[in-house]
């Protein structure tokens, strides 16, 4: 009997969340750690706006309650930020890196 590799059998990756072409179902939401999530139809300010949570910038000054957007797969605006977005997730009580670790190297 062949079998597949334990990787092709239980494991669906989780894309990157700037990454195009996206839909809000391949997302897991609870390794993600986020509450809610809102997809819109229309043009948006960002492509996704993480709101609510306490952001830690990588500068050495307080970390601050605040939103991030984020747009064509950057960081676009950090702080209390209006617009919509096509995604939005709650951040709640967590903390929130944009830009502290750069995951790509």
């Known amino acids: 009997m062949y079998l597949k590799s334990c990787h092709s059998l ?6 990157p969340i700037w ?27 960002f492509d996704l706006k993480i709101v609510g949570g306490t952001i830690v910038d990588g500068s050495g000054r307080e970390s ?8 064509d797969g ?4 950090l702080g209390k930020i209006r617009g919509d977005a096509a995604s939005t997730l709650d951040a709640g009580d967590l903390a929130v890196c944009p830009g502290f670790v750069d995951i790509h190297t």
Do not use: C, Q, W
């Open 10 to 15: 239980h494991h669906t990756p989780i894309r």
């Open 74 to 77: 950057r960081v676009a605006a």
């Open 64 to 71: 601050y309650r605040g939103d991030v957007g984020i747009l």
């Open 19 to 45: 990454e195009s072409g996206t839909s809000p179902l391949d997302y897991n939401p609870i390794s993600l750690g986020f509450i809610s999530l809102r997809r819109g139809l229309d043009k948006m300010d």
